[in-house]
Every structure is written in structure tokens, then in C-alpha cells.
């Protein structure tokens, strides 16, 4: 492999917009403050004097109105890139999402694809209380029609909205403004990644930790940390959460037999209970003990900072779980 | 030294799991004492033993699966020679050397029976490849379960079986020692293996004769006055020992074939008993032509409900030397059975039915049953088959002297 660089999260996302607004003149970025205001959380900034304000579009206060403006411009040849500012605001989106973008490739009888890609922010940890650190992924992830991503890693931000971009079906990026200042190495030539599996991180024999999004780091952490402990723990980053590819993870679990599911959405009815419950179906003989998670506790996110950690599984809680699961 | 083998309890049984042994070693044991309970295709079955002697020591252990004529154990008779071979003999030979057990039987204390033992899947899985008695080993997982590494480090130990065993399993995977009574499916599957058995390798011949019932329900109405409803008759009890009877007279049908006829000293009948959760069993009712029709209904009194619960004694399943099945009441007018090999007949009564019927130039209507023979022609002809039928009916038309 050449060279490595040092870039952030917000970066990566922000070249990968730029990448693919340069290769197609078709595509266009809309979503509120994308524009002047460079990004709710300067993802964007700069770009608007980049490309101008046809292609970089400030849109009013009406998640419904835009979101279904950007459908409307795919189904009539465009590319465009809706940027829901958070998840939190999505729920106002929802009804052009799951009801048209999902829907309409089926209900046009195979005649209309929709190729539109939706962006949101998502997830807990900068303390903006219950309203505004929702870790809805779940929802999303359960309506067929859709492509529903989740940006674990600094590569994946850089390559996975270039690959959305070729999908005929619409895509939902969740990426985690938690982590937009966090920095990490990526290969210089970084481009655009595959969006159909999951992907083993680090590899392991004693225990497979399955997990997704900000989930990610926080397991490979864990992961390096019991070496210690002299677990050999395998992490396996689902990325895709619809539809869900099964293999990868099965088949880490047939090799370690045991498996830790990471997340921080709430437990109940989550992308846990889906990945556990295929694991039950399809690789129950293959456990040596019980298939368990660690996951958002099931309150309104509090705002306190102590408060907001208590609330998602933290490396510490990982470590602990993995040791009580191996060595009770 | 007196080996105890897995018994064949019908010829659709290639193998049982023993369940549970009934007696320790050191105890005294007689003929008819229950050893063990061994689960087959057709239930949990109590085996008898028919040797006297001592206990000398176990060779197979609980929830082990093993083919027939395997050796489960081994019984001091006060002879040093071991008699029954037709087993390795290096298994047999050491404990004449060293008589009493080598290896510390049981060190940890044994699961209680009943009590579920937790254990991962995978575990399991492996302790099954490797034939390990999970009752014995202490879990090390989750809860205290067993898991993948316990079962590697019994493995190290030897907590494992000979080669011998493990060559054996491996010919019989499926091991499951969970229910007394056995799933449908394997109950279906073990009357397949039997019938196609019979299909496949006996040729049939049928005869068929109707036969005048009215003096043998007349004896029965009879007999029946004076008795209390437990003790009545029915006259199905009347069939059979007529049957008896009439294998005594035409003793080559009492018989097995196994590369030529072999006539049986004892007439024990088999009785077919269907079940209400699907398939049959038939259980023997033991030297049917010395017992009296009283004794006969007894015994099936006792036998049937033991037969639907699944709670038959190993000679009731292994010693019949003749079958009848027999369609009762409100069902078909004839039945056509086949065979359960290595028998050489099957006798049919349809139901018994008011028919018209001459006899002496008279038509009447009387209680008339259809009777069918299922013969192996191998061994014997329908002569034979016929003569047996005569006196079947001669038999009937006596029932006083039954």
C-alpha cells in the first residue's frame, strides 16, 4: 500500500462530496445551511463558492418539502445529495421516504428508479439532550426499498457516498457528528469502497464483537485492549444495516463461537435483535455460549455529561462485558 | 463370566441407547430382574436379564447409543471363561484381569437424573463427536455451563471412550436420550424399516377362511354372565388361544426363517397394538398356548396400556414367535397382514359381523369373522396354511374345550 494521510472525518465526507460533484454535473447537494452557512457542521463549508448556488442549494425549514424536492429531481434525472441536518429531523422526512423513495421503483412496476442519496447526522455524545441525539438507524433499516448505510469509519466516509452515487435505489447515509473532529490515517489513494458487506476489521479466534457506526472505534479499542487479557477478539463492522449482509458476521461466528453485539441505539427492537436473532437461526450450533449486546439504555438521552456517557456502551464497558462472557 | 449384549427387540432395531442402569455393580442378579432401561424406536424399554450371577461391571454407559450385540456389561456366574463371543475380545479380557475398575468410576459428583445439564451447542456437538458423558464434567461457562473448552480438556484427560466405541458411534450419529416415549417420525420410521423388510424379502402367500363364530360368542355371552365388568371376556382373548392351539397343531408356522425354517419351542403370540400418536407395537403375550382364556384377557389387560404408554419389558418385544392382528370392532370385514420377519405368518381377524350363512342346507344368520393367513412361502406351503386355518376354525367351534 502507498502512503497514508492524516484527515478528519468532516474532511473525508467533505472530499468525498466534492469527488463526486466534479465527476457528474447531474449531482447537487440540498439541505438547510449547506449553503452560506457551509453546514450545520461545516461539512460543507467552502463548497458553495466552489460550485455555486444552483449545485449547492439552501433549502427552507421543511424536511418533508426538500426531501421530497430531491426525489422528485431523481425521478427526473438528477443526483441529487438531500442532507438531512440530524436524524432527530428525519421523523418530518419520513413520510417521503419510506412512502415514495422506498416504494416507488415497486409501485411504477419496475419503471421509476430512484437514485436519490440521503445524508443525516446521527448519534449521541455532544451533549444536546433527548431531542437532538437520537440513534435512529433501526427505524430506517427496517423498511425494504431502502439502502441504509452506516459510516463507521474514517475510509467508509471517504468512499461510501461515491458508491451510493451509482446505486438506482435511494441510499441513507447515517453519519456521526460525534466523531467529525475525530482524525485517523487513511490510505492516500482512499476512494470509493464497496456497500454490500460487512467487513471484518481485525481479525480474532475467541469472540466475534459485532457492531456498526460509532459502535466501530470504540470495539477496536476494546478489541486491542484485551490482548491483554489475552482475548484474541475479532471486530466485524456490519456497515450496511439494509440489507443486512448476514455472511460476514455468521461466519466470523462460526470461527470464535461467541459473539458481543455493540451498539448505541436502544436495545429494544434494535439492529442487535436483528443480527441475533440470525445468528440463533443460522448458527446456534455453532455457539459455545449466549449471543449478548451491549446497547443504548433505554431512556430519553439525558443531557448531563456523566449522565449521556451512562447512557451508550463506553470501551470500558466492552472490555468488562468480554471478560464476564470468557472468563465468568 | 457371563456378557450381557444390547438385545434385538424386533427385527426393525439396529441399535439402543441405554438409559439407565436398574442395578450396580456387586449386585446379585436373577433371571427376570430389570437391568436396564433402554430407549429404542420404540419407546423406553425395561431389560430382563436371564442369567444368574453378580454384577461385575458396566461397559457401556448412561446415554450411550450402541448397536445390537454390544456388550453393556458383564456378569460373574463364577466361571472364569467368558461364554458369548461375537465381540472384540480385548474389551471383555481385562476385566478378568483386573476385576474391579480401573479408572475412578465417576470422581465428580454425577448430574442427578432428570436435572438439565447446561451446555452450549457447541459443546455439545463435540462432546457427542467424541463420545464424552457431559454428566460428568463440571462447566467452566456462563451460568456454570459446559462449554467448548471443558470438553477439549476431558478429551485431553481421557474422560473419552476406546477407539472401539468411537468407530461405533460414528456408524450411529443421531444420539438422543431425552423422552421415554419416542418422537412419531422414529416410531414411523422403525415400522418402514420393518415392513420393507418383510415386503422386500419374504414372499407372501394368503389364504383366507371365513369361520362361524356363533358358538364362540355364545361361550363368551356366557362365560361374561357371571363375571364383574373388569373381569369380562372379550372375544378377542377367544381368537387368540384358538390361534395357539392351532399352532400347536401345525407347529411350522410357530416358527423364524433365518436360512431355513427353525421351529420354536414356545408359542408366545405377538399382538399388533396401534397407537394413538401413529405406528404399532406388538408385545407378546409369553407362552400363550399354556394359559387359559382368563389369563390371556389378563394379560391383555395389562399389556396394551403398558404398550401405549411405552413401558414393555424387552421379552415382550423380543421373544414373539407369531403375530396376529386383529381389526376390532366398527372397522374393515378382512385385514391382510404382513409378516414381521424373521416370523414366517400373520394371522388377520377382520370384525366380527352378523353374516348370512349356510351350513347343513340351512342359511342363517349368524356372527360370522373373516380370517386371513399371511404364510412365508420359504417356509412352508398352503397346505400348511391351510391345514392351520382347519384347525383354527375346529378350534372355534369348541371354545369349551379352549
Known sequence: ?328 | MIKFQMPNLGADMEAGTLVEWRKQPGELLHRGDIIADVETQKGLIEIEVFDEGTLEKFLVKEGEKVPVGTVLALINDGKAEVSESAVPEEEAAKPEIHPIEERPETPQKKTKKGERIKISPLARIIAEENHVDISLLKGTGPEGSIVKKDIEKAISEGVQQTQETQKKTDEVKEVSAKSAAPNANAMRMAVAAAMSKSNREIPHYYLEKRVDMSKAMDWVKEANKERPIQKRLLPVALLIKAVAKALDDVPDLNATWENGILRKNEINIGFVVSLRSGGIVVPAILQTDSKTVDEIMENLNDIIPRARAFKLKSSELSQSTFTITSIGEGGADKVFGLIYPPQVGIVGFGEISEQPFADEGMLGIRPVVDVTLAADHRATDGIIGSKFLASLNRHLQNPEEL
Open chain 1, 1 to 328: 500500500m502507498s502512503d497514508t494521510i492524516k484527515i478528519t472525518y468532516r474532511e473525508a465526507i467533505k472530499q468525498a462530496i466534492r469527488e463526486v460533484m466534479q465527476k457528474d454535473e447531474r449531482v447537487f447537494l440540498m439541505g438547510e445551511d449547506v449553503g452560506n452557512y457551509g453546514g450545520a457542521f461545516a461539512v460543507s463549508k467552502g463548497l458553495l463558492k466552489e460550485f455555486g448556488a444552483d449545485r449547492i442549494m439552501d433549502v427552507p425549514l421543511s424536511e418533508s418539502g426538500f426531501t421530497g424536492a430531491g426525489i422528485g429531481a431523481s425521478l427526473a434525472g438528477m443526483k441529487p445529495i438531500v442532507e438531512v441536518m440530524t436524524v432527530n429531523f428525519s421523523l418530518l422526512a419520513m413520510d417521503q421516504i419510506f412512502n415514495n423513495a422506498a416504494t416507488l421503483l415497486h409501485m411504477s412496476g419496475g419503471q421509476l428508479n430512484v437514485p436519490v442519496v440521503i445524508r443525516m447526522g446521527c448519534g449521541i455524545g455532544r451533549q444536546l439532550a433527548a431531542q437532538h441525539s437520537h440513534s435512529w438507524e433501526p427505524f430506517f433499516a427496517h423498511v425494504p426499498g431502502l439502502i441504509v448505510l452506516s459510516v463507521g469509519t474514517h475510509e467508509d466516509a471517504r468512499g461510501m457516498l461515491l458508491s451510493a452515487m451509482e446505486s438506482p435505489d435511494p441510499v441513507v447515509i447515517f453519519e456521526y457528528t460525534f466523531m467529525l473532529n475525530l482524525e485517523k490515517e487513511i490510505p492516500s489513494n482512499s476512494g470509493a469502497v464497496e456497500i454490500k458487506k460487512a467487513k471484518v476489521l481485525r481479525e480474532g479466534k475467541d469472540i466475534s464483537l459485532i457492531t456498526y457506526g460509532a459502535g466501530v472505534y470504540k470495539c477496536l479499542e476494546a478489541a486491542e485492549a484485551l490482548k491483554e487479557e489475552g482475548i484474541d477478539a475479532e471486530v466485524v463492522d456490519l456497515r450496511v444495516l439494509r440489507p443486512m449482509d448476514e455472511e460476514t458476521f455468521l461466519a466470523s461466528v462460526k470461527k470464535t463461537h461467541r459473539a458481543l453485539v455493540v451498539e448505541e441505539a436502544w436495545k429494544s427492537i434494535s439492529i442487535s435483535s436483528e443480527v441475533i436473532s440470525r445468528i440463533m437461526e443460522k448458527a446456534f450450533f455453532d455457539l459455545d455460549g449466549p449471543v449478548e449486546r451491549l446497547c443504548g439504555v433505554e431512556v430519553p438521552i439525558p443531557y448531563p455529561k456523566d449522565l449521556e456517557d451512562a447512557s451508550i456502551p463506553q470501551v470500558s464497558d466492552i472490555l468488562e462485558k468480554v471478560k464476564k462472557m470468557l472468563k465468568p
